[in-house]
C-alpha cells in the first residue's frame, strides 16, 4: 500500500474524516462516539438507502462487509483496491478464513473493534480512537475525528 487514502462520510447532521495511512487500520472509541453509525451509514449510502445530504467521499470504492464467514470472504476476493469497513459485531471478524483474506487482499481495511486482532499484523501508529469533536445545536452538524492513540 503506497500512500494514504481520505474518506469523509457525512449526513446533514454527522461527519466523519478519516486518513488511512496503511492497509490495516484499527479504529476504537469509547461507547456513543459514533463507530457503528460510522459503518451504518456508509452501508445505507452504497445500497442507495439514504436521504439527500449524506455522501461518502474518498477516491476509491468502498464497501462494507457484513454476512456469514463464506460470503463476507467470497466478497473481499472479489474486491480490488478498495475502502472495506468491517465492525467487529460481524461473526466473521475473528476467524482464520477471513484473516487469510485479508493478507491476500490488495485493499484497505478500516476496522471498528475494542480488542486487538491476534491474527493480522498491524501498525500500532494505525490505532486510532474515534471521539466527537464537539456537540452543538439539534440542526448543526457533529463533527468526528480520529486521533492516534499511540
Known sequence: MKGSIKVVVSTKKLRYEL??????????????TGKT??????GDYLSGRTGPGTEVICERK?????GDTESAVIR???????????????KFFHSKEFAEAVLDSNCYFAFITRDGLNML???VNEIYCLRN???YQNTRQVYNAMYPIL
Not at 468502498?62 to 457484513?66: I, K, P, R
Request: proline share 0%; aromatic share 6%.
Open 133 to 135: 469533536s464537539g456537540y
Open 62 to 66: 468502498c464497501a462494507v462487509l457484513s
Open 19 to 32: 486518513n488511512l495511512c496503511r492497509n490495516i487500520t484499527i479504529i476504537q472509541g469509547d461507547s456513543a
Open 76 to 90: 473481499l476476493r472479489a474486491l480490488a483496491d478498495a475502502v472495506v469497513f468491517v465492525d467487529e459485531q460481524e
Open 121 to 123: 499484523l498491524y501498525s
Open 37 to 42: 453509525t460510522l459503518i451504518q451509514i456508509i
